[in-house]
């Protein structure tokens, strides 16, 4: 592929060009899009949406500009393996305490020249003999468990798949996770419990049909942009919503009712809403004897929750809460979507169990305008889930220490398997510091930056006997590895994908693989194979339908009846139908829905005065986690360059911070320099710092405390103090370096 300069990819040309119909590769919602191709097939010119089930042709700032990292100079084009010089390893773009690290271009991309020098470029049969010889040598010699992977909810469905297949077949080991730990794995453990799956009950746009709809914990029209264009147009036609946040969400000024609760109040809050609605007499009685179990237990809980004590806890006006759980009570057919405030916390599961019962008690499952929708984050967080990226269970959460399921998989696979859980992402960077965890393959995430307490990680993986990374760039989990494999974008390869809505879709290539650049799927078995599990397919179609034949609801499925458009699962006769958009009209999947009370339970971290204000972190429109795709998106970087952090007006005053100056905020683990905001959307005591600017690294702060069920971090709560730097002006340059 030619380098082409991002001011070029936007130019129109007159020549003749190819639609491809695909996806964005970005969020969960899922939109279809038509990629321009010219005619060498190296450049696309630009995007049109297309009238996908989700999208209905619209798309976001991201999903219309977003596409030209692929075609960014930084692409890995050749194998790189760390040259002996470079041993013992060291960070190499600075420590990323957060002050600057390391030399950087414009954006916040670190200047390759610093560290390419440590790797030289290998053949792709020198590179896969060495991962496939030292991760073999590590197993034999330690024990498969010695071994873990991290795969990826960007990818394909195909791909996780072959990645969770290669960690359990080849490694020996049900050490294999994915970013979904980091995400919604608290609201998947509640619903598994609850009603025995953890997909979405409706989709997006049966919003339409709802009398009320929550949104909970998230913030759509940054993070779920197209669906809240759906949801603002509900609101225009009557549908009434009640935001729950800490920190206030554009949509909020569509909403009848906007709850700016505490921080990690949400227990005590939902609670409350349904002892006004048992008090009132506004649940469906029938519903709960029929549909549920538990509802008495429930009852004695939510009886402590009495609206004037509870609204004091949450900080919400009494009213407003007995007006809130009016909304969804009664009959009134209503919808609760959440995110990461709710899902993110020690108390994550308990946060969602809440979310179910109140969902249940008023009866709103199974029917048009209702259900539980945890708006999934990536854009195949949902697939590769299904897939089994997961620890504990195999594709289509089938649990690895059941002896059945694990007789079933050794027949499947041609080999023996282990019957012991793995570890999760964030067990598996404990392990690797203990020593226990010594070789890991890490394709598609960046957890050097996402991972909570990055000098915790940066210890982890140092400490590593092995690390290969496989990426589109030499990302900052890549300057620990080994061996830096090159893989295929979004943009050049063939893929099912599985949305919020559980549609699932085909993506199609629209461009050639950069220099020597190769398939993710093809790396994956090339390497099982060199390690001695044979691993060969004629095609991804070929890889779609392997997992297909062992995952209930894709069974139906091939990317021949996917075509154009895609599929809801469950689908039972694609020939004649689009799938369900609405699932559990008369049983749930573990036969009653079990209603699993939870009380508010105190933080780990607590405010003191030294660390006295809350720390919330989170997304900004235009950008992606980490940065490594939408920082080197020429039009998405241009919008949102730098990192900041909001601080309430009184704190502020307070402190003597000025909007745009620069100031440090430090927790116990660790402390970052960035630009500050002045905005009232964020309450006093509280502070937000977006995730994706590694200048200032949001997760040195963070705290690796995990909720018990879900293992997932507190990325929604930790202790801060903001202080003003002396001297420091408006500018970049004040970032350090
Ligand atoms: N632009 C963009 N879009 C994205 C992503 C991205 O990186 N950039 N990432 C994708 C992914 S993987 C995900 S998971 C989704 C996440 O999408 P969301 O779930 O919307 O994610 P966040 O912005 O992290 O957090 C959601 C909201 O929780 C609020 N919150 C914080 N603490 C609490 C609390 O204690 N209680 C309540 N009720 N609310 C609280 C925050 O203020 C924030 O508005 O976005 C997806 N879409
Ligand atoms: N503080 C804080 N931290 C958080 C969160 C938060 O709210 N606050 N949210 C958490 C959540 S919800 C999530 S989902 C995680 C996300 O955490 P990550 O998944 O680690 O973040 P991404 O930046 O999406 O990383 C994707 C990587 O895959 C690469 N990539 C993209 N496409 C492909 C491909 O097709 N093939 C290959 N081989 N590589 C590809 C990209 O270049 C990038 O390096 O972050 C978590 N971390
Ligand atoms: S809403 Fe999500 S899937 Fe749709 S265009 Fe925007 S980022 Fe892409
Ligand atoms: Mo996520």
Redesign the pocket.
Known sequence: MKQVPNAMVEQRTTVGFKGVDSLC?YCGVGCALTFRVDASGERILDVQGRDGAANAGRLCVKGRYGYD?AMHPQRLRKPLIRRESSYPKQPLSGDVKGNGGGPRKPGGIVDYDEILPHFREASWDEALDLVANRLAGLRDRHGGDSLAG?G?????NE?AYLFQKLVRAAFRTNNVD???R???ASSVAALLEGIGSGAVTNVVRDIENADTAMLAGCNPTDNHPVAATFIKDAAVNGTKLVVVNTRRPRIADHAEIYLQIHPGTDVALFNGMMHVLIRENLIDREFIDTRTEGFSELRKVVEEYDPDTTAALCGVDPDDLVRAARLLGGGRRAMIFWG?GI??HTHGTDNSRCLISLAMITGNVGKPGTGLHPLR??NN?QGASDAGLIPMVYPDYQAVDDPGVQAYFEDYWGTSLSPKPGLTVTEIMGAALEGQVRGMYV?????F????DTNKVRKALMALEFLVV????L?E??EFADVI?P????M??LGTYTNTDRRVQIGRPAMSLPGEARQ?WE?ICEIGTRMGYEMRYESVSAVFDEFAGCTENYKTLSHENLGRYGKWYPCLDPATSDGEPIVFGDTFPRGKALLVPARLRQPEEHVDSDYPLILN???VLEH??????TRRSAALDRISPDAFVEINPEDAARLHVVDGAMVEVASRRGSIRLKAKVVPRVAEGTVF?P??FREAC??V??SPALDPQGKI?T??YCAVRVRPLEGASHGKEAMGG
């Open positions: 590769p990292y991290f990826s909810a960007k990818g394909s791909e994915h970013c979904t980091l995400c919604h990461m899902s993110q984050g990536q967080v394709q598609g995430e960046n957890p930056v996402s991972d909570p496989q990426d589109l760039f990302t989990t890549a494999l893989g295929s974008s979004f050049e390869k993710d790396i972190t989170g997304r992606w986690h980490t940065g490594s795709m710092v995730m994706h949001a997760n702060l963070t971090p990325f929604k």
